[in-house]
């Protein structure tokens, strides 16, 4: 599912724009499974991107073309992804119908569920069981401000390269658990995508996304507090958040943290685990920057009760000799799960 389609390329080239870093993967289709070629990223000026708003679409621009030239990328069409609340995914009831028929009906389906102005926003849809015979269907309605997309479109462009399609960050990270995880895709599970600014809480239910949310909370607020709570610096700070230091009773700290986002976890899943026949939620993985977190996994997984784990996007994945440049490739694989994603989904 994307809001941009134009072909298919055996090459897939995945462009994360986050927050606080650009990142891109590079996967080649051609020989059966996927093999990462290339996997690269660059830190973006502060403040260049708030809370997943551009403020600086020209820095931005500027620090996508400095990546691809230092990481040799001379691929020019990309796979990239927008998300936060001007995005929603919602799962429907609908009468039973084609696909074609339903496309027909979308829009008017869509006004019942999406809190914005139709005349504004870009639509798709999933039939999620078209193998049933029942009256009723079960359909993944996706809707984005159009604002957002043709803003991502263009800056893109304006970094010189051509967007072949533009997903959304949560189906991304769904194609990169499903290749590394497929445990993941029976029973109730969920991951997030602990960013910069924010955190993607996303839950499946037999490997179908029943929920997407975000959270204020990410690695720029943990930062901060260790800043003004103990009195680090920032790079002190930035360092151990990374765990290249240390710092006194940072277990509590992390543990007070991890129990902030536990709630916020648990209140975005609430009604839907009150409205399930599933128990609940049988583990979760964490991604992203913040998931690099000395000790936040453990804290996380002891607040919410269930086993939780940091994703590796190359779990099952080659990666190709050369493929990256970083000192240590298992260090940074959790801020990669996103580009992957991206380049395995390539183009409908």
């Given at each position: 599912?994307a809001?941009?389609?134009?072909?298919?390329?055996?090459?897939?080239?995945?462009?994360d724009?986050?927050?606080?870093?650009?990142?891109?993967?590079v996967?080649?289709?051609?020989?059966?499974g996927?093999?990462?070629?290339?996997?690269?990223?660059?830190?973006?000026?502060?403040?260049a991107?708030v809370?997943g708003e551009?403020?600086?679409?020209?820095?931005v621009?500027q620090?996508?073309?400095?990546l691809?030239?230092s990481?040799?990328?001379?691929?020019?069409?990309?796979?990239?992804?927008?998300?936060?609340?001007?995005?929603?995914?919602k799962?429907?009831?609908?009468?039973?119908m084609?696909?074609?028929?339903?496309?027909?009906?979308?829009?008017?389906?869509?006004?019942?569920h999406?809190?914005?102005?139709?005349?504004s926003?870009?639509?798709?849809?999933?039939i999620l069981d078209?193998?049933?015979?029942s009256?009723?269907?079960?359909v993944?309605?996706v809707?984005?401000k159009?604002?957002?997309?043709?803003?991502?479109?263009?800056?893109?462009?304006?970094?010189?390269?051509e967007?072949?399609?533009?997903?959304?960050d949560?189906?991304?990270?769904?194609?990169?658990f499903?290749?590394?995880?497929?445990?993941a895709?029976?029973?109730m599970?969920?991951?997030?995508n602990?960013?910069h600014d924010?955190?993607?809480?996303?839950?499946?239910?037999?490997?179908?996304?029943?929920l997407?949310r975000?959270?204020?909370?990410?690695?720029?607020?943990?930062?901060?507090?260790?800043q003004?709570?103990?009195?680090?610096s920032?790079?002190?700070?930035?360092?151990v958040?990374?765990?290249?230091?240390?710092?006194?009773?940072?277990?509590?700290?992390?543990?007070?943290?991890?129990?902030?986002l536990?709630?916020?976890?648990?209140?975005?899943?609430?009604?839907?685990?009150a409205?399930?026949?599933s128990?609940?939620?049988?583990?979760?993985?964490?991604?992203?920057?913040?998931?690099?977190?000395?000790?936040l996994?453990?804290?996380?997984?002891?607040?919410?009760?269930i086993?939780?784990?940091?994703?590796?996007?190359?779990?099952?994945?080659?990666?190709?000799?050369?493929?990256?440049?970083?000192e240590?490739?298992?260090?940074?694989?959790?801020?990669?799960?996103?580009?992957?994603?991206?380049?395995l989904?390539?183009?409908?």
């Amino acid at each position: 599912m994307a809001f941009l389609k134009l072909g298919r390329a055996a090459l897939g080239v995945g462009l994360d724009i986050g927050s606080g870093y650009v990142k891109v993967a590079v996967v080649d289709h051609a020989k059966g499974g996927p093999v990462l070629t290339k996997a690269a990223m660059a830190s973006l000026a502060p403040d260049a991107i708030v809370e997943g708003e551009v403020m600086d679409p020209t820095l931005v621009a500027q620090g996508v073309r400095a990546l691809f030239q230092s990481a040799g990328i001379k691929h020019k069409k990309v796979v990239a992804a927008v998300g936060g609340r001007d995005v929603i995914i919602k799962k429907i009831q609908m009468d039973r119908m084609k696909e074609a028929d339903a496309r027909e009906v979308i829009g008017w389906e869509a006004e019942q569920h999406v809190p914005f102005d139709m005349e504004s926003v870009t639509l798709d849809f999933q039939i999620l069981d078209p193998e049933e015979e029942s009256s009723q269907m079960w359909v993944l309605l996706v809707a984005a401000k159009r604002e957002l997309v043709e803003n991502r479109v263009a800056l893109i462009q304006e970094a010189n390269l051509e967007p072949v399609a533009i997903d959304v960050d949560a189906f991304a990270l769904h194609n990169a658990f499903e290749v590394n995880y497929p445990e993941a895709m029976s029973g109730m599970s969920g991951f997030l995508n602990i960013g910069h600014d924010t955190t993607n809480v996303n839950i499946l239910e037999s490997g179908i996304p029943v929920l997407s949310r975000d959270v204020a909370f990410g690695t720029r607020r943990l930062r901060e507090d260790l800043q003004r709570e103990r009195g680090l610096s920032a790079d002190v700070g930035k360092a151990v958040l990374e765990g290249r230091e240390s710092s006194p009773n940072v277990e509590t700290f992390m543990a007070e943290r991890a129990a902030e986002l536990a709630l916020g976890v648990e209140r975005a899943a609430a009604f839907l685990q009150a409205g399930a026949a599933s128990a609940g939620i049988s583990k979760m993985y964490i991604c992203g920057g913040g998931a690099r977190v000395p000790g936040l996994a453990q804290a996380l997984g002891e607040k919410l009760r269930i086993p939780t784990e940091v994703a590796n996007p190359f779990q099952r994945v080659e990666v190709a000799p050369g493929a990256v440049e970083f000192e240590s490739l298992e260090e940074v694989a959790p801020m990669m799960m996103l580009p992957l994603g991206l380049a395995l989904r390539r183009a409908a």
